[in-house]
């Protein structure tokens, strides 16, 4: 018996932040339905198109969980790593996905990060999940990674709805705003759905 019904109450309930990840991958075999979902995300296929224009060779995406789309980077520019705070899910990621390389550790961790060697990191719809470091993570990467390309993807709650997070941003202008000191934009946009009323939005720069 799982501890919640839905997975996502291991992350954010009743609009603050749960972060039970490892308990979460321990209960579901596949939150998010990572492993058929990344064709089907229009932000995804946006951070796609750029990977394949060609430049990248080592990208390196921060909370990969499964590691699904860590493969594709791979397939995509030759090499792809990730990493994750739940081991559990680290763990599955390495017998799924052999050729790729794969770290158990947190945002801030940032050697291990930097032990890949990465000319691009790339952060999923986790910066929810990650405000109380973001502060020290711009500062880290501002420092280890000038010149890396950044590329970033984020539901945008509508307008009145959101809960959390409400004091660092609530949509694509003020989640700009948050990155620009250490980020130097070169594209960004946001995509809506009529089955999904949040805005699906991304931005993509150079680490300055």
């Given at each position: ?8 109450d291991?992350?954010?309930k ?15 075999d ?31 995406e ?20 990730g ?27 940032i ?9 691009c990191?790339f ?10 470091k ?11 990674f ?24 609530t ?13 130097d ?22 680490i300055?």
């Open positions: 018996m799982t501890k919640y019904e839905r997975y996502q291991y992350v954010i009743d609009g603050k932040l749960v972060g039970e990840f490892e308990a979460m991958y321990q209960d579901f596949n939150p998010w339905d990572q492993s058929f979902r990344e064709d089907s995300v229009l932000s995804k296929s946006v951070i796609e198109n750029i990977l394949r224009q060609g430049g990248i060779k080592r990208p390196y921060i909370g990969c969980g499964l590691g699904y789309f860590v493969e594709k980077m791979r397939t995509i520019c030759g090499a792809g790593g990493i994750d705070v739940s081991k559990t899910a680290i763990e599955k990621a390495r017998v799924k996905f052999p050729k790729c390389h794969f770290d158990d550790g947190d945002i801030l961790e050697e291990k990060i930097s032990k890949f060697q990465p000319d990191i952060m999923d719809e986790v910066t929810w999940y990650v405000l109380d973001l502060d020290e993570f711009k500062s880290s990467i501002s420092k280890d000038k010149g890396t390309t950044f590329l970033h993807t984020l539901r945008q709650y509508p307008e009145g709805t959101q809960q959390y997070g409400k004091d660092f941003f949509d694509l202008k003020g989640f700009m705003e948050y990155f620009a000191s250490v980020v934009f070169s594209d960004w946009g946001s995509f809506g759905s009529k089955v999904d009323p949040c805005m699906h939005t991304f931005f993509v720069g150079v300055k």
